[in-house]
């Protein structure tokens, strides 16, 4: 029984930031490995962020590595992604996933089995 809700989002001109936030409830929100994905219209969900249970672990995809950061609160149940520098080609609904059984930090989203209702990012050019 896990349930999130993203938010964060928003309209932004190119080259400016946006954090977005994804809290939990339900479980331990220490124990369980957490993502990010983004769908733009027409396109497959794409992996975007993943951090580790204690934060040590992260990986990104490659086109935001650099730009993104994500991190997380434990005691706040809640997981972050600072995304700076931002490109029209960033626009995308984004998601934020629980991966219930991660002996690793996955990249494909078919690893993560709890997903938020997801938060629309837009970026101008």
């Known amino acids: 029984q896990v349930q999130l809700e993203e938010s964060g989002g928003g309209l932004v001109q190119a080259g400016g930031s946006l954090r977005l936030s994804c809290a939990a409830s339900?479980?331990?929100?220490?124990?369980?490995?957490m993502g990010w994905f983004r769908q733009a219209p027409g396109k497959e969900r794409e992996f975007v962020a993943a951090?580790?249970?204690?934060?040590?672990?992260?990986r990104y995809l490659g086109s935001v590595k650099g730009r993104f950061i994500i991190s997380r609160d434990n005691a706040k149940s809640t997981i972050y992604l600072q995304m700076n520098s931002l490109k029209p080609e960033d626009t995308a609904v984004y998601y934020c996933a629980l991966d219930s059984g991660a002996l690793v930090v996955s990249m494909t989203s078919y690893a993560y089995d709890y997903w938020g209702q997801g938060t629309q990012v837009t970026v101008s050019s």
């Open positions: 951090i580790s249970r204690n934060g040590g672990n992260t």
């Open positions: 339900g479980r331990t929100f220490s124990s369980y490995v």
